[in-house]
């Protein structure tokens, strides 16, 4: 019998199972199945934080059964300061310029338990400098007037829940939507559209192409300013090619849309194993990259993780 390996998402996952008998001319569909798994998130059980008793502090930078790059180490790692200790030197470290290399650090019991960290208060932090968030207020004033448009499947879409969250203070609604979704009741004539791509439940001659999608969702918010006020951020978790790329390029070239910003996110982790409609890379395709945080990455680029841009 062969073995496949699945993918599973966080939270609730279904996998069907078919008995078929494939000796007639269509394949008769005897009996199905459903497998219901649910993976629990790290932070799941976990309680409450409290700053003033003894911890130790440890680094991630990858996970040992999802290592990427070779001659780093993985697992978690203990530091030598308290979690207290490690606060107060990154706040005088000095502000960061672009997307330095870093690694996660996370307050734990112990180093040797993941189990007993709290998760809830990992943090990503460069190893020289430090990325100062703007306070909400300013944060939401130097977004004032954006129109956002995201297209990507659901790992993008959880970060587009964390910047509504930053922003808004608050997660009023959260789905895992496969379609598409709107939020223009943000203030300051705010606005986040995300549309669902690819839709990979359908069949191949029944999905709408990538030009159609971004075309459509783009033409619906007519018009739009061709600055950084108009935002759009592509990518996932493996769809990504060359070809997005280049319709992305075409598309917004025809639409005279060639001045705004233009974010585009890499490939996830987790490609170093072989898993079944997953492609797989080894290692050595990612040499010479370095892991950041989405997020913090558009906050930057749109100028807004230190200083808003001088100009509107």
């Excluded at 070809?243 to 390029?249: A, G, Q, W």
Aim: net charge positive.
């Amino acid at each position: 019998m062969n073995s496949v390996k699945w993918v599973l998402d966080i939270g609730q996952n279904v996998i069907t199972i078919f008995v078929a008998d494939i000796s007639h001319a269509e394949v008769w569909i005897l009996q199905r199945y459903y497998v219901y798994i649910a993976r629990a998130e790290l932070s799941n059980n976990e309680g409450p934080f409290n700053v003033f008793l003894k911890h130790q502090v440890c680094s991630l930078v990858q996970e040992c059964d999802l290592t990427v790059f070779a001659g780093k180490r993985c697992g978690l790692q203990l530091m030598s300061e308290s979690w207290l200790q490690l606060k107060e030197r990154t706040h005088r470290l000095p502000s960061c310029h672009g997307t330095p290399e870093g690694r996660w650090v996370v307050p734990c019991m112990t180093c040797n338990n993941r189990s007993s960290c709290f998760w809830r208060n990992s943090t990503w932090l460069p190893y020289d400098c430090i990325h100062r968030v703007l306070p909400r207020l300013q944060l939401r004033y130097c977004w004032a007037e954006r129109k956002v448009f995201i297209i990507g499947d659901s790992t993008i879409r959880g970060v587009m829940y964390y910047m509504l969250e930053m922003l808004n203070g608050t997660l009023a609604h959260w789905h895992k939507s496969h379609t598409s979704l709107s939020y223009s009741d943000l203030g300051q004539h705010m606005s986040f559209t995300f549309a669902y791509y690819p839709q990979f439940w359908l069949s191949e001659n029944q999905q709408p192409v990538f030009e159609r999608v971004l075309y459509t969702l783009l033409r619906k918010h007519l018009p739009l300013k061709n600055s950084q006020q108009t935002v759009l951020i592509i990518g996932g978790l493996q769809w990504l090619t060359n070809h997005h790329i280049n319709i992305t390029h075409y598309v917004l070239k025809r639409m005279g849309l060639t001045d705004i910003a233009v974010i585009v996110k890499g490939y996830g982790a987790g490609f170093t194993q072989p898993a079944d409609g997953i492609r797989y890379y080894d290692s050595v395709s990612f040499e010479g990259l370095a892991p950041v945080p989405v997020a913090m990455c558009i906050f930057y680029l749109l100028g807004c993780s230190t200083t808003c841009p001088s100009s509107r």
